[in-house]
C-alpha cells in the first residue's frame, strides 16, 4: 500500500463549521449551534467559533479605558461581561458540567483583570498586551461551545487555538506560518477527530513559537476556520453566519439583494478585498491551496441553501455577480515638481509604506498618480516628507464602487450599460484591466448608496440577457475627472 493510500486510509474526511459572534449571542443561538453540528455528525466535524456577539469590541474598549486610567469603569465593564457569560452558562450547563465550566470561565475573566492591570499600570495598550486581551473571548465562547455539545451528549473536547495556530511575532495581524501549523493540527487534532470526538476551537488567535498570543486580525475568525481545513484536508469548511449566503449587494443598501448560489475563489475574494463584509478577505487563501469549498450558510435559516465558493463556479461566467460599496476612502493625488519616473514611484510607495499607509488601488497617468486610502490620518506627515519631490492633495468622503464577475472584463457591453445608467454621477478612477473579474470607480460617498441601488436594478432586476461572445480584453483606466 503506497503512502498516498495509507494517509486517505487513515484521515477521514472531516468538516470545519465557523460559527460567527451572532451565531453564538446567546444561549438560543448555541443551542442552534448544537443542533447544527448533530446534523454533520458523520462528517466528522471540527467546530470554530467566535466570541459572543460584540464581546471582542468590549473587550477593546476594556483596554482603552484602563489605558486612560478609567480603571473603575474598566472593571464595571468586565463585571457585565462575566455576568453574561455566567448567564450564559448556565442556560445550557448544569451539575458537574456547568461546575467545571464556570471554574474556567472564572480562570479566563482573571486573565482579563490582569491584562486590565497591566494596561492601566503602563498607561497604554500595547498591541502585545491587546492581543492577549481580546483573544481572551473566543477562548470563553468556545468553552461555552464545547459544554453546551457536552450536555447534548456528545464527545466534545475544547481545544487551545494558541497550541494549534502557530503565527509571526506581527500582534493584532498575525500570518500562520504553514508548515508548523499543519504539523500541529496534524498531531493535535487530527487524533481527536479519528477517535470520533469533536474538537472545539476559538477562532482569530494563535501564538508565536515562544507561546506568546497572538490575533489573526479582526474577523479572523473565518480566516482560522480556512487554516484548520487546509491543515486538516477537510472535505469542506462551512462559514455560518446570520445572513443566507454571500448577497449581490449589501442587503442595508439595497432591501432586494439576491443569494448567489455559487461562485469562484477569485470572485470570493475580490469582492472581500472591495469590502464585502460577510467573508474575512484572507479567508478564501488557505481553501484555494488545497482546493477545499467553503460554504456561506445562515445558522438561523439553515435550509436556505447559502452560497458555495469552488475553484471553478461555471454559472454566471461573462457576468456581474455582485456589487460592493467601500466607504470611508480617500483620493490622494501626488503630482510630481518635474516628471513621474520610475524611481520617484518607487520612492512615492515607500514613503506611504514608512507610515504604515495601505493603498487600497493606484492610477497613473503621464504626470501624476491617483492613490485610494482607508485613512487619512497620515497624510499630512506624507506630504510633509514628500516637499521638494512632490505636491500632494487629497478628498476625503468618497465611495470605492466595485462590480465584480468572472470575465466581465472581455464583455465591453458591461461597461457601457453601466456607465449609462450612472452618467449623471461624477466619477473618478475609473478602472477595468487589472483583473478579468472587477470594473471599479470612484464616487462621492453621498451617493454610494444611489449609485449601488440603480447598478442592482439594471444588472439583477430582471433576467439578464444571453451570454455574448467573448471580446477581446480592454483595459481602461481614467484617473481624475468624470467619465463622459
Known amino acids: 500500500m503506497n503512502e498516498l493510500v495509507k494517509e486517505a486510509v487513515r484521515r477521514p474526511e472531516c468538516v470545519v463549521m465557523k460559527f460567527g459572534g451572532t451565531s453564538v449571542e446567546d444561549a438560543t443561538a448555541i443551542r442552534r449551534v448544537v443542533h447544527l453540528v448533530k446534523r454533520r455528525v458523520r462528517h466528522h466535524p471540527v467546530v470554530v467559533v467566535s466570541a459572543l ?23 464595571q465593564m468586565l463585571e457585565e461581561l462575566r455576568e453574561r457569560h455566567r448567564q450564559v452558562a448556565s442556560e445550557l450547563a ?39 486581551l481580546l483573544g481572551m473571548g473566543e477562548m470563553l465562547s468556545s468553552k461555552i461551545v464545547a459544554a453546551a455539545l457536552l450536555k447534548a451528549g456528545f464527545d466534545s473536547v475544547w481545544v487551545d487555538s494558541k497550541e494549534c495556530i502557530v503565527t509571526d511575532a506581527a500582534h493584532t495581524q498575525a500570518t500562520p506560518l504553514w508548515e508548523e501549523t499543519d504539523h500541529k493540527l496534524e498531531t493535535g487534532v487530527l487524533p481527536l477527530v479519528l477517535a470520533g470526538r469533536i474538537p472545539v476551537m476559538g477562532g482569530f488567535v494563535g501564538a508565536t513559537r515562544d507561546g506568546i498570543p497572538t490575533t489573526l486580525g479582526r474577523g479572523g475568525s473565518d480566516f482560522s476556520a480556512a487554516v484548520v481545513g487546509a491543515g486538516l484536508h477537510a472535505s469542506r469548511i462551512e462559514i455560518w453566519t446570520d445572513v443566507d449566503g454571500v448577497m449581490t449587494t449589501d442587503p442595508n443598501l439595497c432591501s432586494h439583494a439576491r443569494r448567489i448560489t455559487s461562485m469562484s475563489f477569485h470572485e470570493a475574494a475580490e469582492l472581500a478585498y472591495f469590502g464585502a463584509k460577510v467573508l474575512h478577505p484572507a479567508t478564501l487563501a488557505p481553501a484555494m491551496r488545497r482546493n477545499i469549498p467553503v460554504w456561506v450558510l445562515n445558522s438561523r435559516n439553515p435550509e436556505g441553501g447559502g452560497t458555495e465558493i469552488v475553484a471553478n463556479a461555471s454559472e454566471g461566467v461573462g457576468r456581474v455577480k455582485a456589487i460592493t460599496a467601500k466607504r470611508g476612502i480617500a483620493v490622494v493625488d501626488v503630482e510630481p515638481l518635474r516628471w513621474l519616473a520610475p524611481e520617484l514611484m518607487h520612492e512615492v510607495f515607500e514613503v506611504f509604506e514608512r507610515h504604515g499607509q495601505k493603498l487600497d488601488l493606484l492610477s497613473a497617468s503621464r504626470g501624476s498618480l491617483s492613490l485610494l486610502v482607508s485613512s487619512t490620518a497620515a497624510l499630512p506627515a506624507i506630504a510633509e516628507e514628500m516637499k521638494g519631490l512632490a505636491h500632494v492633495r487629497w478628498e476625503n468622503h468618497k465611495a470605492l464602487v466595485c462590480l465584480v464577475g468572472e470575465k466581465i472584463r472581455r464583455r465591453p457591453e458591461v461597461a457601457s450599460q453601466v456607465f449609462h445608467a450612472i452618467s449623471d454621477i461624477e466619477m473618478r478612477m475609473i478602472c477595468q484591466g487589472a483583473s478579468e473579474r472587477n470594473i471599479s470607480f470612484l464616487v462621492d460617498e453621498s451617493r454610494a448608496e444611489e449609485t449601488v441601488r440603480r447598478l442592482h436594478d439594471l444588472l439583477f432586476a430582471a433576467p439578464q440577457p444571453a451570454r455574448l461572445a467573448a471580446a477581446p480584453p480592454q483595459a481602461m483606466c481614467q484617473a481624475g475627472g468624470a467619465w463622459g
Open 53 to 75: 456577539a460584540k464581546v471582542t469590541d468590549r473587550l477593546l474598549a476594556v483596554g482603552r479605558m484602563a489605558a486612560e486610567g478609567k480603571r473603575d469603569e474598566a472593571r
Open 94 to 132: 448544569d451539575g458537574e458540567v456547568y461546575e467545571h465550566l464556570w471554574a474556567e470561565l472564572q480562570s479566563g475573566f482573571r486573565v482579563l483583570e490582569d491584562a486590565a492591570r497591566t494596561i492601566a499600570s503602563a498607561g497604554s495598550l500595547t498591541p502585545r498586551v491587546q492581543d492577549r
